[in-house]
């Protein structure tokens, strides 16, 4: 993966442009230039942050470039050394000085105050972060990157002997779309048995990284990590009690109407039982969607849905396709899932995923060019902290991409199916709200309950899991499986507590798609305002901005699940 050809998008006036950002010692010493630098005036200082900017975008690049090589290829040991070495030297060699330059800052800010309204809340962010930092938990943290890496490869590395050939297990996830139950049984069970015999690796990473958050948390003084990894997540405007009501409320208004949607189903399928196999499969027994075959013909045809958005956005993607930060296929040795990248110097978007040619892939791409289109509207803001949003509202830029971009899926299909992918795509809305209750709910007993014991653990997931749906399933003779699909969800292994964002970013999404009912146009310059702001704006702002409430009681929730029960019910 080469990113050679990628110019900065201004001149460097402070790193030059011949320095090595993978260098320990190099990175080290400019951000010591910076730290020794006398600052006389307001003036003075905010060409500092803007230098300090400057460096933090390019080292940010670097570690970027490394990370995407190494998941697109996990299995090439030069490329998982050159990532590995990066978080083992320069990772925690700047985080010392990052916390100097931090009270640096704060020292010069009393005797040259900025403008409040500019950088109010940069300001909270460098508190929060002085407030965080304890120097002996930077061999911790970094101990934590390389147990996520871990995991990245042990995932990258399951594959199975299925059908004559060597499948990935994204690409797995095709046969369980076929109307044949018992090919969609044999598939099934064939994944769940290969994850199963890594199980105990798993559970040994987590264990370790589990110890690891639980001894930083008490390390920078606080009673549990939860506490903590909110802080260090920044979100000032919710809590965790008021994740627990998202959770309460999703369960009165949003688990029956599933459960619904899964009663219906197996009365199509004339099943006396759903069983884990059933989900995936058109209940008509029709075959399955099939969008595409080539990666070219999905790049394609989303450039067109999102030529039809607006013109610009199809222009901007297309650039991506046209300048390579596009990696769409599932292939052996390629990290699970996906996702869109920054790569901040740049300031240019690249997107990762296993596509394989069905429906979800679709739905998966227009989602990550929708954070893609969020950090290319914020470009321009100098401040690096600024150009990315919170990740309450980068999932809005996302998830209202699927709603707005989805509109326009003809592109892929003709009308009978076009009809059959929305169907399954509200469908898939109410289940995202309901498994995003579901994993936050799980992370919030995990480190409440810091001295659990593996098999507790299986049991409170087996418990979380049936109350937010899975009750509606028959899971005979395949206990163990259920008890460890917690496996699957990377975000609990790699960034914990990060999933109720979502589920709250969801709605935010479907107040934007009832704003597009309405008025198109407004709906979408609305849009693209909150996204412009990047993260220069406090949280509920950004969502005003984007016309739409930050609110997760169920005075929304509830008009906004039966809009979408509606939908589903016309597609019937």
Known sequence: MNFSHLKSYQKRRFVTDSA?????????????????????????????????????????????????????????????????????????????????????????????PLDVQRYEVHDRAVKTDVELFVEKNVPLQTEVDLLSQEYQTVCGAMTVGFEGQERTLPEMGKYLLEPDRTLR????????????????????????????????????????????????????????????????????????????????????????????????ADPLGRGPLKPFEKPKQLVDGIKKIFGRVDPLLGRQFEMMDNDGLLDLDSRKGKAPGGYQNTLSEARRSFIFMNAVGVDDDVRTLLHEGGHAFNALACAKDPLVDYRHGPMEFSEVASMAMELLGGRYINEFYNDADTKRSNR?????????????????????????????????????????????????????????????????????FQVPFYYIEYGIAQLGAL?????????????????????????????????KAAGIRFDFSEDLIKPLADAVYQEWQKLL
Not at 52 to 64: K, W, Y
Not at 70 to 88: E, L, R, V, W
Not at 212 to 233: D, P
Not at 515 to 533: E, F, M, Q, S
Request: charged share 30%.
């Open 20 to 112: 090595d950002l993978t260098d320990k010692d190099i990175v080290v010493g400019f951000y010591r230039q910076l730290d020794k630098r006398p600052v006389n005036s307001a003036r003075a200082l905010e060409q500092w942050l803007l230098d300090r900017s400057e460096l933090d975008a390019a080292v940010s690049q670097a570690g970027s470039i490394l990370y995407i090589r190494m998941t697109c290829h996990t299995d090439d040991k030069a490329m998982a050394g050159a990532y590995t070495k990066f978080i083992q030297t320069v990772s925690p060699a700047v985080k010392p000085i990052h916390d100097r330059l931090n009270r640096k800052y704060l020292e010069l800010c009393v005797r040259f």
């Open 185 to 280: 049984e044999r598939a099934w069970r064939a994944a769940a048995e290969r994850r199963l015999r890594d199980q105990d690796k798993l559970e040994d990473i987590f264990d370790k990284l589990f110890q690891k958050r639980v001894a930083i948390a008490q390390n920078a003084g606080f009673k549990n990590f939860t506490e903590y990894q909110f802080k260090n997540y920044h979100r000032f405007d919710y809590t965790p009690a008021d994740c627990k009501r998202y959770h309460e409320t999703i369960e009165r208004s949003i688990v029956p109407l599933n459960e619904e949607i899964l009663k219906r189903r197996k009365e199509k399928m004339k099943l006396k039982a759903l069983r884990p196999w059933d989900l995936a």
């Open 424 to 492: 399954e795509h509200w469908e898939g809305i109410l289940h995202i709200l309901a498994w995003a209750a579901n994993i936050d709910a799980f992370q919030h007993w995990l480190y409440e309950h810091p001295n659990h014991s593996p098999a507790e653990r299986r049991q409170a997931w087996t418990g979380f899991y049936e109350q937010f749906g899975g009750k509606s399933m028959d899971w005979t003779d395949l206990t163990e499986v259920k008890a460890y699909l917690w496996h699957r969800q990377l975000h609990i």
């Open 511 to 543: 107040q934007v798609w009832m704003n597009a009912r309405r008025d198109p146009a407004k709906a979408l310059a609305d849009y693209r305002k909150g996204l412009t702001l990047g993260g220069s704006r406090p949280l509920p702002e950004l969502y």
